[in-house]
């Protein structure tokens, strides 16, 4: 059978004996997000569980993907496999990941212990807190324990799918405040980690006096995690050493406590309830066509029906 037309199940089967080929193939059918992505779901979901989430968010232009190579590096150091989704926004001709991520973390491209792979936003949440969580799955199911999600930005999309890892590393730079202000209370809200990155430069102790004070302000209760804030410079790798030592520290506090047992049950319910919510999204679509709906729409125009009587009507046709 051509390669090309391996079904999912051999993809699958293909991917867990490292083709790498084969991944990056169920990636696109998972980005997609037809019956394909519904079957490598299926068969993803029994082997995962065991792979362990790092998310990487912060403004534009603080360095995450040259942060995220160092970390790389430091990871390879230790005899560590590691697989990344860096979350790019979508070109609007092709709905392709444009930023090329792969591009920067190019020394990595041939390590056999690498994956790297660029998911696009394509403009809408729905696809992506789908399909984002979906990947890592596959990606712990065929063998890669650490998986880090790097996002490009802090907007809605970027904060919701970092937030959702089992660590999360927010990066700021010096000056950061002057920034990005807008974003500060999300940004609090999920940091596990925050990272003053390019902390070669001028501000950098402000910055950390200015997240100091965010942290004492905070609700924390006193047997809550309190982010550690690591200095790094992404381009020398100086502090990546003790960034990993705060993931690690974070990951222990988090099984010992329960809290990331609490944070996946949470993950999986609003999985869930995405799931739910977009098929009831299709199945709307579906309803409101057709010759009734056309006629409805008219009489509600002329005033004729209240729109709520004629989305009773159309939506008795959806079976209980």
């Known amino acids: 059978m051509s390669r090309s037309r391996r079904s999912p199940t051999e993809l699958f089967e293909a991917a867990a004996g490292d083709d790498r080929g084969a991944l990056a193939r169920l990636l696109s059918l998972i980005e997609r997000g037809d019956d394909d992505a519904r079957t490598i779901g299926r068969l993803a979901y029994p082997l995962s569980g065991t792979g362990y989430t790092i998310g990487i968010t912060g403004a534009p232009g603080a360095g995450k993907s ?8 430091h990871l390879r150091k230790l005899d560590l496999e590691v697989a990344v989704l860096a979350i790019d926004p979508s070109s609007p001709f092709t709905g392709g990941a444009i930023l090329g991520d792969r591009v920067r973390m190019q020394e990595h491209a041939t390590d056999p212990g690498v994956f790297i792979r660029s998911m696009a936003t394509r403009g809408h949440l729905g696809g992506l807190s789908l399909a984002a969580p979906a990947a890592v799955r596959l990606l712990d199911a065929i063998g890669r324990k650490l998986i880090l999600v790097e996002t490009v930005g802090v907007g809605q999309v970027e904060v919701e799918v970092a937030g959702k890892a089992d660590t999360t590393i927010v990066v700021v730079n010096p000056g950061w405040g002057d920034s990005i202000q807008a974003n500060k209370a999300g940004l609090m809200e999920i940091a596990d980690v925050f990272v003053i990155n390019k902390a070669d430069r001028k501000g ?38 003790e960034l990993w030592e705060a993931v690690v520290e974070h990951r222990e506090f988090a099984e010992s406590s329960g809290q990331l047992l609490e944070r996946r049950t949470f993950r999986m319910r609003s999985e869930l309830r995405e799931i739910v919510a977009q098929r009831l999204g299709r199945r709307a679509r579906e309803i409101c066509s057709g010759e009734r709906w056309d006629e409805l729409t008219s009489e509600v125009v002329a005033l004729t029906v209240d729109p709520w009587t004629a989305a009773d009507e159309m939506l008795g046709s959806v079976d209980a």
Do not use: H, K, N, Y
């Open 204 to 241: 950098a102790e402000e910055t950390r006096r200015d997240l100091m004070q965010m942290l004492d302000l905070s609700d924390l209760t006193s047997d809550a995690w309190r982010p550690p804030i690591v200095a790094t410079v992404g381009t020398t790798g100086d502090g990546v050493p």
């Open 66 to 73: 040259t942060l995220t190579s160092s970390f790389i590096g």
